[in-house]
């Protein structure tokens, strides 16, 4: 049997792996939430983030006098190892644990505060140099420490997502271009209307995604405004003259972009508004997707009993038993990827509404769905570029068939007819 340590809180004493960096307070939310065999070590952008907050706190509570500089320097280092993923095997606690983020929080402290004596010679467990609460959490509360985490975790993941909308966007803007006087038979409630030009159909999937881009950055630079300073409901309480404006020029330096505090600082520390509005921009953003994945589901159906007007690359088999088949798999699977998304939506949606009085106690879940959101809509779009845009085709015969097998050819003509 391996050796213990006993830590003791006010509910009593437990015993604990003597080489654990986590505590009392991490064993008891370890017994409390096994939920979704998750940790939140498995959220490395919210762990840095938590680690960054915690060395931000820590330097500001330096220069103020509040913290001493060894003390300082010793969270400061321990900070710098979370961040770097070396001690992710101590975060162990769940990422929907239902504490209101305090056993998240506290995981955190109690390792960053068992670094600190390590790194002064001291055993784990010995919290007399560094003590999680008095000295890592200084100037601190769970309410304003998690949901600035959360929003600056959330930044740092969805950096790339703009982009890579972007060249989604560039890749239709090609198909636009080389087909901008190729034909075809234009379809309302899926029956034929009127002749266009393929070159428009990739322009209108090309300028919906521009858009969603352009929206997507303006709303992801709004999670730059955070509570820190707050402490527990947006009062400040517990904190020092002059950490609010120390810490925020710390957490500027640390993060590399100006961060700034909640206008209203309690409306900062009740309200996740911001993190709702993005959420429902990814979801919009999956959902066009979604609709022009169908489109080239549609569009490449059969191909000899369906539309057939364009052909989609051959990325893998599509049957066991029918050969030569081949599915719309990358289309499909832009599809799913929205309807995981909308449900992170709704979750979200939920979440963000159901603050109570001077704080939202469902942090954890709001970051993890929407790092979930983003990944998954970065993953998706890159798969639908790389996979299916760059390299689909159009069938300029079938197209030709279909059109003049319509109607749509005389729709056009009637104007002329009518001599207007």
């Known amino acids: ?134 000295h890592v959490n200084l100037g601190q509360s769970t309410n304003d420490v998690l949901p600035t985490a959360m929003k600056l975790a959330v930044f740092r993941v969805s950096g790339g997502t703009s982009l890579v909308l972007m060249q989604l966007a560039e890749g239709f803007a090609e198909k636009k271009n080389k087909h901008s006087e190729t034909l075809r038979l234009g379809r309302t409630c899926l029956q034929d209307a009127v002749p266009m030009l393929f070159g428009q159909t990739f322009g209108g999937y090309q300028a919906v995604i521009d858009r969603h881009a352009k929206h997507l950055e303006d709303l992801r630079r709004q999670l730059l405004v955070v509570p820190l300073g707050g402490t527990a409901v947006g009062t400040g309480l517990s904190s020092r003259s002059g950490y609010k404006e120390a810490v925020f020029r710390h957490l500027s330096a640390l993060v590399g972009e100006d961060v700034k505090p909640a206008v209203d600082a309690f409306d900062g520390m009740q309200n996740f508004d911001a993190c709702a509005r993005l959420s429902a921009e990814l979801r919009n953003s999956a959902n066009s997707l979604w609709k022009i994945a169908n489109d080239l589901i549609v569009l490449s159906s059969g191909p000899g009993g369906g539309v057939g007007e364009i052909v989609l690359p051959a990325v893998q088999a599509g049957s066991s038993i029918m050969p030569g088949k081949v599915n719309p798999v990358i289309p499909m699977a832009v599809c799913q990827t929205a309807f995981a998304i909308c449900g992170n939506d709704t979750a979200i949606a939920m979440a963000c509404q159901q603050g109570l009085l001077e704080i939202n106690h469902y942090d954890l879940l709001v970051c993890d769905r929407l790092i979930d959101s983003v990944t998954l809509l970065q993953r998706s779009a890159t798969i639908f570029l790389e996979r299916c845009v760059r390299s689909l085709t159009v069938n300029e015969e079938r197209c030709w068939h279909n059109l003049l097998a319509s109607s749509a050819m005389a729709t056009a003509l009637v104007p002329t007819f009518l001599g207007t």
């Open 1 to 134: 049997m391996g050796q213990i340590r006993i830590e003791k809180d006010s509910l009593g004493q437990r015993e604990l792996p003597a080489e654990a960096l986590y505590g009392i307070n991490t064993l008891r939310a370890l017994e409390n939430f096994p939920l979704t065999g998750r940790t939140i070590a498995t959220l490395p952008e919210f762990v840095a983030a938590m680690a960054i907050v915690k060395e931000a706190a820590a330097r500001a509570n330096r220069d103020i006098g509040a913290l001493s500089a060894d003390r300082a320097e010793a969270i400061i280092k321990a900070c710098q190892e979370i961040r770097a993923g070396k001690h992710n095997a101590h975060l162990v606690v769940d990422v929907l644990e239902g504490s209101g983020g305090t056993s998240c929080n506290m995981n955190v402290n109690e390792v960053i505060a068992n670094l600190a004596a390590r790194l002064v010679g001291k055993p784990v467990g010995d919290y007399a140099f560094v003590h999680p609460n008095e």
